[in-house]
Every structure is written in C-alpha cells, then in structure tokens.
C-alpha cells in the first residue's frame, strides 16, 4: 500500500513536470513557424496527451476487455469537455479565433455522427469501422499538417526570441514521455489504493480509468491557464475529443471488433445508449454552439458543464 502511494505521487510528479515541457515546446513551435495556438494545440498537444488513452484501449482490446475499450472513450470525451475544458472556460474565458476550430470540430461532428449510428443501428462496431475512423485521423493530420505549413509561410519569427528548434522538439518529446509514464504510475497505483481502501469496482473504473487517462489533459490545460495559452488549451480539449474517437477506439475496434456493452440497464435500454452517447453530443453543444455564436468562451459555460460532470459523477456512483 505505501509503495503504491509513492509510486502515485511520483506518477502525479511526472504528469505536471511533462505538462509543463509539453506546452513550452508546443507553444515554442507554434510561435517560430506561426502556428495559430489553437491548431497545434488540436493536433500535436492532442496526441501527446492522448498517448493514455490510446494504451488503454489498445491493451483492453488485446484482452478482449470490451467495456474498458468502449467506456475509456466516451467517458474521456465526457470528462474532457465538462470537467476539464469547463475548468479553463470558467476561470479564464476568452476569445476564440473561429476560423482555426471549424476543422477539428467538424472533424469531430462527423466522427461522432459515423460512431452514435453504428452503436444504434449495429449495437457492434466491426473492423470495418475501426478502419474508417483511422482513416478519418489519417485524413485530418493530412489537412491540419497543410494549414500549419501554409501558415508558416509568413516566415519565422526573430531566432533570439525563440528556445533552439531541437530544444523545443526535446521539450515536446519529453513531455509527452512523461505524460505517460506518469498516467500509467497514476492509474495502476490509483487502483491499488482504490482497493485497498474498500472502494467499489465500479467506483475504481470510474475515477481511476476515464478520469486517470483524461489527466494528461487536465495537467496540460491547468499548465496553459497558469501560462496564459487559453486557446492552446481549448485546441486540446477539442483534438482530444476527436482522437478519442478516431484514434483510440479506432484503434481498440481495429485490434478486436466488439459490441457495445450492456451491463448497466436503464428500463430495460442499455445505458450507455440512453446516457453517454446522449451526453457527449450535449456537453459538445454546450462548448461548440455559443462559442461559435460569441467568438468567446464564457464562464457560465464553464460552470455549467462542471454542474452537468457533477451530476453525471453522482448517478454513476448511486446508480
């Protein structure tokens, strides 16, 4: 039990220090080449902090552990947006340049479009389908990769304002490394003390596998807010909801087809059709549509998104 605390606080260590080198190399880049902070942030921050995520999946498919695959997923998305997300939006609200998130975010509409009607019509997800939405982050890194180019054609920034390029890409790749070392140390332990301490199954799945992958996210958007690169986090949050998607149950449906699971019932529907799948279309709106409206991220949007993450936490626990 106490190798198990001090391999989580260290696990903790290693999120928030990779946290940190992740967005100064990101934020570094951006700026030598003129990246819009909100585009690298939907795509290279995105994988980084995705990496959890994506191992997960990966090892829950090998094993044949559907649940884990599928629920990882969508509880990611769920929590990036109304836990982690609403945490920036309703202590730093800001504007918001439109033009750089209608990619992610119509990449995102699609893809849940494409996952919600195969888990509604099929009640399975066949290999097929895992092709199609790898194919659909093959796609979109294509475009984001030529509007980061085409952006850079301006020219680069003044070399003595800028870190060296190799040490950016060190930060960058160091970070990430860290981000996943320290969420696997944070799960693995988290579960550990979880049951040591008597904590239900369900509980454990719960807090330490949808919210432990999700916190290289969180590190990173807390790390942005306290360095003032709000739109860096937003970029995150929304190019990780996608990977979610495209990425990691791409991924785990490619490895081993499987069906939606259905061990929790809600008068006699599935839950996960009549709650989450519902749910993540509703705390995407909350985020996408006024923002789109206003060109900025309002803090009762925030607010609001952390009551619904509250609520979504309460029924889980009694339920």
Known sequence: MLKAVVLFVIGLV???????????????????YRIPEILIGATVVSIGTTIPEVMVSSIAAFSGQSQTAYGNAIGSIICNTSLICAITMAFAPSDVDIKTLKLPVAFFVVSALFYSFCAYFFGEFFRVTG?????MFVVYMFISAKKALKGGEEG????????????????????AVLIALGANELVDNGQIIAAGLGVPESVIALTFIALGTSLPELVTAITSLIKKHSSLSLGNIIGANLFNLVLVSGAAITIRPFK??????IGGMNASLVIDIPL???????????????????????????CIYAVYCGFQFLG
């Open 14 to 32: 290693l999120l928030i220090k990779g946290g940190d080198w992740f967005v100064d190399g990101a934020v570094g880049i951006a700026k030598r």
């Open 131 to 135: 092709i199609i939405l790898l194919s």
């Open 156 to 175: 680069e920034v003044e070399e003595e304002e800028q870190n060296p390029l190799w040490k950016d890409l060190l930060l960058l790749a160091g970070g």
């Open 260 to 265: 939606i699971p259905s061990e929790k019932l």
């Open 280 to 306: 993540v279309f509703l705390v995407s709106c909350i985020l996408i549509v006024p923002t789109f409206i206003s060109k900025k991220v309002k803090r009762w949007q925030g607010i609001l998104l952390l």
